[in-house]
């Protein structure tokens, strides 16, 4: 069930902050839907690929990175502050970066720049607070039709913890934004994060992921940490390479590891 009273998502103001970086743009706010990036999706699929903002204040089947499950509203009980436990959207959009390398830290980056200093990124798409997930980050692409020079649709999902929720069948109890940035709620978190994330958006298609390679080892969660691959592979993290990469030094030497290789934890950790 969503907020008792009315979301005051403040439409206008969120056009205003990005129409002038996409032409087209609108911003969409759903009461509930299965999940903004399954919609989004959807849409391109059939022709759909106009710049837009998806805002679901409930997800009933919201996703995440290897078909996991996203919860956007796994707190059993309503917040005390009568808003929304987590901040569930999609941006989509036309992209067309001559390398796609990176795109999710690149997105992490810019999220955990705009949330709060203590906010750090857990490759290859997670934001982690005091080691534990706040945030994760799903992107997909489709054809944006046209030529190749078109690009693709990218559909850039999020969801961030805003208040506690239950750990059921985690080793961890997931972070929430409200213990670093007391009162905050889902329409002023969405206002903090969309311009900044527009705008690296763009840096990116023009520059790819050198400008956030420096600003991503900064907030770096696996840094210099022993690190188990998915695979059995255990080492220690040694931060990104140029194309993002997670470069993890071994008893065999130095591996690069893509996010379509392996799933990558700390190591003693039972679930990330």
């Known amino acids: ?25 609108t911003v969409e706010v759903l009461p509930e839907v299965d999940s903004t ?15 837009v903002l998806l805002v679901a204040e409930r997800q009933t089947a919201g996703r995440g990175r290897l078909g996991r499950a996203w919860h956007s509203q796994g707190a059993p009980a309503q917040p005390p502050d009568g808003g929304l436990p987590a901040l ?7 992209l067309a970066p001559r390398d796609w390398s990176g795109l999710s ?29 706040l945030a994760g980050i799903l992107i997909e692409t489709a054809g944006a039709g046209g030529s190749s020079a078109a690009g693709r649709y990218a ?9 506690p929720r239950p ?12 213990e670093r940035v007391p009162q905050i709620d889902a329409p002023q978190a969405l206002q903090c994060v969309l311009a900044p994330l527009v705008q690296a958006l763009v840096v990116f298609e023009a520059e790819g992921f050198a ?62």
């Open 1 to 25: 069930m969503g907020a008792a009273n009315p979301i005051r998502w403040q439409a206008e103001a969120l056009w205003e902050a990005v129409a002038p970086r996409l032409p087209g743009f």
């Open 37 to 51: 990036n399954s919609e989004l999706m959807r849409r391109a699929r059939a022709g759909q690929t106009e710049p």
């Open 88 to 94: 569930t959207f999609s941006l989509g959009l036309s």
């Open 105 to 133: 830290l690149a997105v992490g980056t810019s999220l955990a720049e705009s949330l709060h200093p203590q906010v750090q990124i857990k490759w290859p798409n997670d934001l982690w607070l005091q080691g534990r997930k």
């Open 155 to 163: 559909v850039v999902g999020v969801g961030i913890n805003l208040h």
């Open 167 to 178: 750990a059921d069948g985690l080793s961890t109890a997931p972070a929430w934004l409200q």
């Open 211 to 272: 400008p956030f390679q420096a600003r991503f080892q900064a907030r770096d969660a696996l840094r210099d940490q022993a690190v188990l691959l998915s695979d059995g592979t255990a080492g220690t993290a040694c931060g990104v390479g140029g194309d993002g990469a997670l470069l993890v030094h071994t008893s065999a030497g130095m591996k690069q590891i893509t996010s379509s290789e392996v799933s990558v934890r700390p190591a003693g950790a039972a679930s990330a």
